[in-house]
């Protein structure tokens, strides 16, 4: 007869893939019946431990590589790759970014590296650490991305876990301080665009997952490629230089290079590489569009309202295009 103890574990172990089930529920249930006495168990639940540990699981035999259906190792490779070309990118804007602010405050007489040192200097305590931690956490992004690349996955986890921290500040501080509030939508945009690539880093990179690997295997040239067009993008049109410009620009150079320089059709699995671009593609479309909206009803000048709306018709255009080719390619491999 089951116990109502029995139940509760089975009811959690839904949580877990059929596929999992199948092959581990009636050992993972003994186990943890073995020492409970069976006159307690209809008045006994599952620990919160138990039930994280199960959740945890879930999520990476969902995300697995070995023994697991076509299914859930294609999707495990998807996020991967999402993770690792979320935090490349996120990694080349940010080192672009701050060399650019140091070198145009450095290079522009003392009154203008004042002001940049007041930066920092010029608030209140709270000011100035979050002004500080805004400036050197993101830097952990690219701390992030090489220690994935070489392996060294709790020091990739703990890395981009930090680097995102800055992103939540403007959705908190107008319910902690007396900062003005950011526009919702542009803060929620970029909140997800850091925490999406941090919170799968931490879900796909399991002890089981592949180690990191970009195409071409060259991961210092594919930074120093990314900083170099993100940096280039800002110097030669500086009227564009919201914080999205330099990001999408990137990508739709880096997709459209990898669509039409045969770098797609080399490689394996281009299926889980589509589609883990299409999500970047759409998630750096919701911060360009984010980061257009609120200025709309203004007088922009017209280079910049031209070159946004293309930059944003052009990622559109790509997210279509990569889910069209996701979906044929791995409808072909089916």
Same mark, same amino acid.
């Given at each position: 007869?089951?116990? %109502? !103890?029995?139940?509760?574990?089975?009811?959690?172990?839904?949580?877990?893939?059929?596929?999992?089930? /199948?092959?581990?529920?009636?050992?993972?249930?003994?186990?943890?019946?073995?020492?409970? $006495? /069976?006159?307690?168990?209809?008045?006994?639940?599952?620990? !919160?431990?138990?039930?994280?540990?199960?959740?945890?699981?879930?999520?990476?035999? /969902?995300?697995?590589?070995?023994?697991?259906?076509?299914?859930?190792?294609?999707?495990?490779?998807?996020?991967?790759?999402? *993770?690792?070309?979320?935090?490349?990118?996120?990694?080349?804007?940010?080192?672009? $970014?701050?060399? =650019?602010?140091?070198?145009?405050?450095?290079?522009?007489?003392?009154?203008?590296?004042?002001?940049?040192?007041?930066?920092?200097?010029?608030?209140?305590?709270?000011?100035?650490?979050?002004?500080?931690?805004?400036?050197?956490?993101?830097?952990? &992004?690219?701390?992030?991305?090489?220690?994935?690349?070489?392996?060294?996955?709790?020091?990739? /986890?703990?890395?981009?876990?930090?680097?995102?921290?800055?992103?939540?500040?403007? =959705?908190?501080?107008?319910?902690?301080? $007396?900062?003005?509030?950011?526009?919702?939508?542009? *803060?929620?945009?970029? *909140?997800?665009?850091?925490?999406?690539?941090?919170?799968?880093?931490?879900?796909?990179?399991?002890?089981?997952?592949?180690? *990191?690997?970009?195409?071409? $295997?060259?991961?210092?040239?594919?930074?120093?490629?990314?900083?170099?067009?993100?940096?280039?993008?800002?110097?030669?049109?500086?009227?564009?230089?919201?914080?999205? &410009?330099?990001?999408?620009?990137?990508?739709? %150079?880096?997709? !459209?290079? &990898?669509?039409?320089?045969?770098?797609?059709?080399?490689?394996?699995?281009?299926?889980?590489?589509?589609?883990?671009?299409?999500?970047?593609?759409? =998630?750096?479309?919701?911060?360009?569009?984010?980061?257009?909206?609120?200025?709309?009803?203004?007088? %922009?000048?017209?280079?910049?309202?031209?070159?946004?709306?293309?930059?944003?018709?052009?990622?559109?255009?790509?997210?279509?295009?990569?889910?069209?080719?996701?979906?044929?390619?791995?409808?072909?491999?089916?």
């Amino acid at each position: 007869m089951t116990t %109502l !103890l029995e139940a509760r574990y089975r009811t959690v172990l839904r949580l877990l893939p059929a596929y999992y089930r /199948r092959d581990r529920e009636e050992e993972m249930v003994e186990v943890y019946l073995w020492d409970v $006495d /069976r006159d307690t168990q209809d008045q006994s639940r599952p620990t !919160l431990g138990e039930v994280a540990s199960i959740a945890a699981l879930a999520v990476r035999s /969902r995300l697995a590589t070995v023994g697991a259906p076509r299914r859930y190792a294609l999707l495990g490779a998807a996020v991967r790759r999402f *993770a690792l070309y979320a935090v490349l990118l996120q990694a080349a804007a940010v080192v672009s $970014d701050e060399i =650019l602010r140091v070198t145009w405050s450095a290079s522009r007489g003392a009154r203008e590296w004042d002001m940049f040192l007041t930066g920092f200097t010029g608030g209140g305590p709270t000011e100035t650490v979050v002004t500080i931690a805004g400036w050197v956490l993101p830097l952990l &992004w690219t701390v992030g991305f090489f220690a994935l690349v070489h392996d060294r996955r709790r020091l990739a /986890r703990a890395a981009v876990l930090l680097a995102a921290l800055p992103s939540l500040w403007p =959705l908190i501080a107008p319910l902690v301080s $007396d900062w003005s509030a950011s526009d919702p939508w542009f *803060a929620t945009a970029n *909140a997800l665009f850091a925490w999406l690539p941090a919170l799968a880093v931490c879900a796909a990179y399991h002890r089981d997952a592949p180690q *990191a690997t970009l195409p071409g $295997d060259a991961p210092g040239l594919a930074f120093l490629a990314c900083c170099v067009v993100t940096g280039a993008s800002v110097a030669v049109l500086p009227a564009m230089a919201d914080i999205a &410009w330099a990001p999408a620009t990137c990508f739709v %150079l880096a997709v !459209l290079g &990898w669509l039409l320089l045969g770098a797609r059709r080399a490689e394996p699995g281009a299926g889980s590489s589509a589609l883990a671009l299409a999500v970047l593609g759409l =998630l750096i479309l919701a911060v360009r569009v984010a980061a257009l909206f609120p200025w709309l009803g203004f007088p %922009l000048p017209a280079v910049f309202l031209v070159g946004a709306v293309a930059q944003a018709a052009a990622l559109a255009l790509l997210v279509v295009v990569l889910g069209v080719l996701a979906r044929r390619d791995l409808s072909c491999g089916t």
